[in-house]
Every structure is written in structure tokens, then in C-alpha cells.
């Protein structure tokens, strides 16, 4: 089946600007994650998103946002971009995201969409 | 704070020696420890640990969880070229609902003909 997809793979954009970045999950799963991934910082949670439900957020300004929807495909959004939101962008899904962990319950990561800010 | 730590930062190796990459961790609420391979962009799930003691294998790969200590190591032997990569240890927590991995900051492994 197809994996976890993400668009756009690139994108540049100036400061002040906003980004939407896409991720469709793989088919049947229902939890969404993002993650941002830089050199300084490595791998941070952004949110997670369950049946179009943020179940979790991590550290991250209000101006980094999310949304899910019904067909589990998830959109984050960035405002009012900084030069420091240059990153990838790392999407992963999973079925569900409750019960026992199972090796068959674990994220699986998209390609990610790479963000550069000027 | 919850805190994961590998080390080393990055190791240079020829192929056919044998690696051990440490994931060390400070959570609350351990549920699973997870050690996923970065090659160029998506990170890609080699193990899932939640036991201590018992080693998971696959391949040349293998890896073991210490709970009591509070680390986890992963072997890889035999290595070769395609093994370069950068490694990352996750930590899942028990949260009120979901899942959020905290990553280590991995380390990158550069296997030399």
C-alpha cells in the first residue's frame, strides 16, 4: 500500500509569509503526527491529530498549527514565517495510537517537505 | 524534563566492524523505546523495545532495553556501505491519550568502503 505522503517537497519562502503543508496518511490509518527536524534542534513533536482531534502539542508557538480531516488526510500550518522555521517538516501516521504498543501500531514518516525561510 | 541522549554524535567505521550505537533516557511514563534509520529523508522503523532483557533482531541489527538503567543500545554488525545513515532513538510515553515520541539527537554513521 502507499506510504505516508507529503507535498509540497520544497518550498521557499520569505519572512512574514504563511506555509500549508499536506500529508495524507497511509490508507486506514487515523492518527497524524508532525515533527520538525533541524540541524541545532533534531527531531521535536509539533501535534498530533486523531478523527480531526488534536490529541497532543508540543512546544511550539500559537502560530504553528494544524487541522485533520475526514478522510485523515492532515494540513500544519506556519504564520508569520522566522528565519529559524527553516526545516523539514516530517509527517508520520499510524492506525490508531492507542492499546499496547505493537511493532504494527509504530509511526511510519513521510518524506517530509523541506522548508527554507529568506 | 524529559530527556533522551545518544551517543556517540557520529562514528566513522570500514565495512565488516561491528557498531554500538547507546540511547540513554530520562521520561516519565516509559512505554516503548523505538530505533528508526535516516538515510535521506524519511525515517524509517528498524525496532520497537518495550521489555528489558530481551533482544531484538533483524538481519545484522539487533538492539536491547534496559529498563532499570534506563538505556538501550543498538548492535549493527558486519557493516556495510548502505548501513550509513543517521540513527535515531525515539521514547514513547504513556500520555493521556495519543502518542508523542521524544527523538535523541541521533547519530550518524559513516561506513567506509
Known amino acids: 500500500k502507499a506510504g505516508v505522503t507529503q507535498t509540497p517537497r520544497y518550498l521557499i519562502k520569505t519572512r512574514g509569509q504563511q506555509v500549508t503543508l499536506s500529508c495524507s496518511p497511509i490508507?486506514?490509518?487515523?492518527?497524524v503526527s508532525w515533527y520538525q527536524q533541524t540541524p541545532g534542534q533534531g527531531l521535536q513533536f509539533l501535534f498530533e491529530y486523531f478523527s480531526e482531534t488534536q490529541r497532543n502539542k508540543g512546544n511550539f508557538p500559537g502560530r504553528f498549527s494544524g487541522r485533520q480531516f475526514s478522510n485523515s488526510r492532515s494540513e500544519m500550518n506556519v504564520s508569520t514565517l522566522e528565519l529559524g522555521d527553516s526545516a523539514l517538516y516530517l509527517c508520520?501516521?499510524?492506525?490508531?495510537?492507542?492499546?499496547?504498543?505493537?511493532?504494527?501500531?509504530?509511526?511510519?514518516f513521510g518524506a517530509g517537505s523541506r522548508l527554507t525561510v529568506l | 524534563e524529559d530527556k533522551v541522549v545518544q551517543s556517540p554524535l557520529s562514528l566513522v567505521v570500514h565495512e565488516g566492524d561491528t557498531v554500538t550505537l547507546n540511547c540513554s533516557y530520562e521520561v516519565t511514563n516509559f512505554r516503548s523505546l523505538l530505533w528508526y534509520k535516516q538515510e535521506k529523508k524519511a525515517p524509517t522503523f528498524l525496532f520497537m523495545l518495550t521489555s528489558s532483557g530481551i533482544e531484538k533482531k533483524s538481519g545484522r541489527l539487533s538492539s536491547i532495553l534496559d529498563k532499570k538503567e534506563l538505556f538501550s543500545i543498538l548492535n549493527i554488525t558486519a557493516t556495510q556501505t548502505g548501513d550509513s545513515a543517521v540513527y535515531l532513538c525515539a521514547v514513547d510515553m504513556i500520555k493521556a491519550a495519543g502518542n508523542k515520541l521524544t527523538f535523541g539527537g541521533g547519530t550518524r554513521v559513516l561506513v567506509k568502503p
Open positions: 508520520a501516521s499510524r492506525s490508531s495510537g492507542a492499546g499496547r504498543p505493537s511493532g504494527a501500531n509504530v509511526l511510519t
Open positions: 490508507s486506514g490509518h487515523r492518527s
